[in-house]
């Protein structure tokens, strides 16, 4: 069965802004010039030019008329048609008229002409219209001679609709480069403001950032700017309260493990002590993440020297295969927190761990390779979920609170990237940090 293609506009026309709005106002109006200057050639200039044509062809048909019936008195006719016609006329005798046509670059006058003058006249005829200035000389063969007539080229053909297409191409120059210039000043209002999101929405601020433009791109940017701070301050406060839960949760904690620590030992001792040390360990995760967000700027970094001190800062099996140098802007504390909870992961669930580092056109990543149990794809997005740990082999026996992908996912999209995960060649796991270059 044949496939059907179906072609949609959007993938013939341009996908930026800019190139459309260019398109919006450059095709309509080469499309009006076009049909007015068509109408205009067919309707005025090439009437006009064929009606002045076959007013020449007549009289030089006269002319040639007269000469074979008033051979005497050809001269004075001549004369006299001069005077009155303004034509010219000259008889050569014992002459030829050339074989080859001369041509004008715009071929519609020749054929109109040639078309008038094949009308009026049975002689074979001979025509210049490109040469001689304001003149156009047409020769007819009469016998074994050549009358020359030489004609005003006002009166051959219509020679002033060029000005009026010269005045219809410069306005229209003049409208487009107006309506150009309009939007180019509209549309670098709205990249400005692509680039103000995209600096918030990776952590950054953009301080020189002013709303400019038409009075709906000013009314997006301060929305924009509105849910910036409205979300900053959430996030402060989120941090804030984690914080004081965290710190204030040490207290109870540690008198708890004291209390245990005087108590006879036993199975249940020894689980409740487990408990309490995961519990910490959660409090320890919490801080961390906290201080983390807390007054750190973003500050450009190497991401490869990064990701190589954090390996050698774990040890175990990690090794580098494929390290780009290559730099970002990050919070440096969240992303080697990040870093570190991904490469520990892999190491905790495999027993080979390999890492690319990689420089793409736009994105910095970290490949890390595992050869452990995996994750099935089902349940991958699970796997990002806080406090959430997949009953599959891959978490058995293994420590963690279930935060380490959560903080890692939650880090790289405050950054404008993300984390995905997918099957590793080595048999395992597949974890992908990208970040902005």
Do not use: C
Not at 70 to 82: I, M, T, V
Not at 377 to 401: I, M, Y
Request: proline share 4%; charged share 25%; hydrophobic share 40%.
């Amino acid at each position: 069965m044949a496939k059907r293609f179906h072609i949609r506009l959007r993938d013939i026309t341009p996908r930026g802004l800019y190139p459309r709005s260019v398109l919006m106002v450059v095709l309509p109006m080469i499309l009006l010039l076009s049909a007015v200057t068509y109408i205009f050639y067919d309707s005025h200039w090439r009437h006009t030019s064929r009606k002045l044509s076959q007013t020449i062809s007549s009289e030089i048909q006269f002319m040639v008329e007269l000469r074979r019936q008033y051979p005497d008195q050809f001269d004075a006719l001549r004369d006299e048609a001069s005077r009155s016609m303004q034509l010219d006329a000259t008889v050569l005798e014992n002459s030829r008229i050339p074989t080859e046509q001369k041509r004008l670059f715009f071929s519609a006058l020749d054929d109109i002409f040639s078309r008038e003058l094949d009308v009026s006249l049975d002689q074979p005829f001979w025509f210049d219209i490109s040469g001689y200035g304001e003149k156009v000389e047409i020769q007819v063969q009469d016998g074994s001679d050549v009358i020359r007539f030489m004609a005003e080229r006002d009166r051959t053909f219509s020679t002033t609709g060029h000005i009026f297409i010269v005045w219809v191409i410069g306005a229209s120059g003049i409208l487009i480069a107006l309506a150009l210039g309009f939007l180019r000043n509209q549309v670098r209002s709205i990249l400005k403001l692509t680039e103000a999101a995209k600096a918030y929405g990776r952590g950054r601020d953009a301080d020189n950032y002013r709303p400019s433009g038409a009075t709906e791109i000013r009314d997006a940017a301060r929305a924009v700017m509105d849910m910036r701070t409205r979300l900053t301050t959430f996030a402060e406060q989120r941090t804030t309260m984690l914080a004081g839960i965290s710190h204030d949760l040490r207290t109870p904690l540690t008198r708890l493990k004291l209390q245990l620590a005087m108590m006879e030992e036993t199975d249940d001792i020894r689980a409740a002590r487990e408990d309490l040390r995961q519990m910490g360990a959660m409090l320890d995760e919490y801080l961390a993440f906290a201080s983390g967000v807390e007054g750190e700027a973003p500050t450009e970094m190497r991401f490869d020297t990064l990701v190589a001190d954090t390996v050698a800062a774990l040890g175990g099996q990690a090794t580098i295969r494929k390290a780009d140098a290559v730099s970002i802007i990050a919070r440096e504390g969240l992303i080697r927190r990040a870093v570190t909870n991904l490469i520990s992961n892999a190491q905790g669930f495999g027993d080979r761990v390999e890492i690319d580092i990689i420089e793409g056109p736009h994105m910095a990543e970290l490949v890390i390779d595992d050869d452990g149990p995996g994750i099935p794809p089902d349940e991958r997005e699970e796997a990002f979920r806080p406090f959430h740990r997949l009953d599959a082999s891959r978490n058995q026996n293994v420590p963690g609170t279930g935060l380490g992908l959560s903080i890692a996912r939650d880090t790289a999209r405050q950054h404008g990237g993300d984390i995905r995960l997918e099957d590793s060649p080595l048999g395992g796991l597949r974890v992908r940090l990208r970040l902005p270059i």
